[in-house]
């Protein structure tokens, strides 16, 4: 049984260059096993070591201590994510106390889960099987096609997935760097005992989130009646998951998806179900947790800059991504403050 446990290994090991690896995937797998039998990942620098004044993370996901982080494992964007792990631990005075809950399509598990155990040795996770046939039904076409990856709809079935003893969660896509102490942002308070957090922008265009049928119909804008609705992004969320369990928020996200499959209310993909439910309802939390845009304009392309006041995390939302302007040697200037974090081995 030796050889056969062996040669699984050698295997997944070659299976992960070419699943890993974007420029291996159109190469036939022998070639690509011969050209490089090494990972496509560097191990990350970071030295897990709490701090004397940390508490003990030890006893495994539901010592109260630690700090939960939920992020997807896309394919098309690990290169992100794997970053977005790294610059976490890397601000962290506690890196042993955060706890990692990464979702990610049944298909790739073993694959990723070696190479999270490989880049992060000793990184405390668990690892969540998001089926895509859950979402598919669900859903519709969006103005950029990466909008309706099943992966970016997991957000909200958190509260399924995560153990129930996790009672909140930071949830963050995989565009992003953190750098400060992600425990800041786990500290801060929900305030009205609100079910989610995030930095809200009242001055951006909430017409705009939506179609001209949706503010023409009654029985669609009334969902707002009552609420002073702000923009927020959700690529960074404090969520209260014993809130969010109790309250049913998973269904009433899906009604909205359901609706928009039948009559089209917005052009977005997974934020605008997310709007309608929350929007009005958001703790706010200060903007420095969420510089988004950095990605530039959906349509367009383009760079932009930060907005004014401090910053702890960077995001790169919006149609570009640091990783594929940096390899195209056409990066914008703020995605110098991306590559620190990148630990993919351009040695390939
Ligand atoms: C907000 O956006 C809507 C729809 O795109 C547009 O019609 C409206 O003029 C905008 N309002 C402002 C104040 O820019």
Not at 217 to 243: H, Q, W
Request: aromatic residues 12%; glycine residues 6%; proline residues 7%.
């Amino acid at each position: 049984m030796v050889w056969a446990t062996r040669f699984s290994g050698f295997f997944s090991a070659a299976m992960a260059v070419i699943v890993l690896s974007p420029s291996l995937q159109s190469f036939p797998p022998a070639a690509a096993i011969r050209s490089s039998p090494s990972p496509v990942y560097r191990k990350s620098p970071v030295v897990f070591n709490n701090g004397e004044e940390c508490l003990s993370s030890d006893g495994g996901v539901c010592n109260p201590s630690l700090v939960h982080v939920a992020i997807t494992l896309d394919v098309e964007y690990l290169r992100g994510s794997i970053a977005a792990v790294n610059s976490i631990l890397q601000h962290s005075m506690c890196p042993e106390s955060v706890f990692f809950h990464f979702i990610l399509e049944e298909t790739n598990h073993r694959l990723l889960e070696s190479l999270v155990r490989w880049v992060f040795p000793g990184l405390k996770f668990n690892i969540y099987d998001f089926a895509p046939e859950r979402v598919r039904g669900l859903i519709s076409s969006s103005v950029r096609q990466a909008l309706e990856q099943p992966l970016n709809y997991a957000r909200n079935y958190l509260a399924d997935l995560l153990e129930p003893c996790v009672n909140r969660v930071i949830y963050l896509d995989s565009d992003l760097v953190v750098v400060d102490d992600v425990a800041k942002l786990w500290r801060t308070s929900l305030v009205g005992s609100r079910v989610i957090g995030a930095p809200e922008y009242c001055h951006a265009n909430f017409t705009r989130y939506f179609t001209r049928g949706f503010w023409s119909e009654e029985r669609f804008s009334g969902a707002f009646r009552g609420r002073k609705p702000c923009y927020f992004n959700t690529g960074v969320m404090v969520i209260d998951l014993k809130k969010w369990r109790s309250g049913g928020y998973t269904k009433r996200i899906e009604r909205w998806m359901e609706v928009q499959k039948s009559q089209r209310i917005y052009d977005l993909g997974s934020l605008p179900p997310f709007l309608l439910v929350f929007a009005g309802h958001v703790a706010p939390i200060s903007h420095r947790w969420n510089q988004h845009g950095l990605g530039g304009d959906n349509v367009r392309g383009s760079c932009r800059d930060l907005h004014p006041g401090p910053v702890s995390l960077l995001h790169w939302s919006g149609s570009g991504k640091p990783w594929l302007r940096l390899d195209s040697k056409r990066p914008c200037p703020l995605d110098a403050l991306w590559t620190p974090y990148d630990l993919y081995r351009h040695s390939l």
